[in-house]
């Protein structure tokens, strides 16, 4: 059984600037701790072709990242970010790639970006490469995907794209949006049945949440037959990082990542572990190697 991280440092590149919360070295860092794990190869990136991204993105919206005019505030989208954010789409499709050789997990630290709509670039990110991974897993011949996004915020953009889509299973577990971005989607009322939207409440404590979230991963998990699982592994949720109210401890991400590694070995499926949020230095970095380390261990 092989495992890979995708990285070089060409993905330094994919960098908002001084000042933004989303800076390369974010990933770097992360790298640096996974190459600790002996086990694991490093595995060069490639660059997501126009016709990839556009298996989720309108050729529209790809045009205007290209010339700089999407974004936001929040994601200020320049010219020179449309090479960088394709290598940043490219890594994680290599991943997927990986897994159709003899890799059973690959890790990509500079994806994850669930908020990135088929025409809009929010929330930090560009282009959604959870949902191009999906689609791209399906060319693939991995027919249903299962995704499990612990991240701190809502996979808002995720849950839209595959809204009504059988194949792919979209849950989202993340701090309630009433007190949290994205606010206005991460319900339970959006509930249906390839979608499902797991609030999590600042007032409870870690204990209470484990014990109501964690069983429901194998709940929904094993009925759905996925053939392959992409987990966006945002560590944003941690009680010290600046975007969380939540009181989780490493605790929380040592018990979900072999919760859901144990589904995988129990169901026979490969994973894709995609990066995601965390901004509280090195502590992100910390907790992305345990969770890798966890899942080498249980798979
Ligand atoms: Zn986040």
Redesign the pocket.
Known sequence: MKFAAIWNDDLLSYDFGRGHPLRSERCKTGVEELSKISSLNIVDPRYATEDEIALVHTREYIDMVRKGRAGDLDTPVSKELFDPARLSVGATLRAIELLKEDYRLSVNLCGGW??AFENKAR??CIFNDVAIGARYAQKLGFRKVFIVDW???HGDGTQRIFKGDKSVFTMSI?QHPATQ?PYVTGYESENDETNLNVPLLPSESEQEIMKRVLPMIPQFVKPFKPDLMIVQM?V??HRGDP?SSLDLSDRFYDSISRVVARCAKNNDFPVVLLG???FNFPKTAQLWKMIVENFIEEM
């Open positions: 669930h908020h929330g930090l991240d701190v915020h993340h971005y945002g944003d949720g975007m995601g949020g965390g």
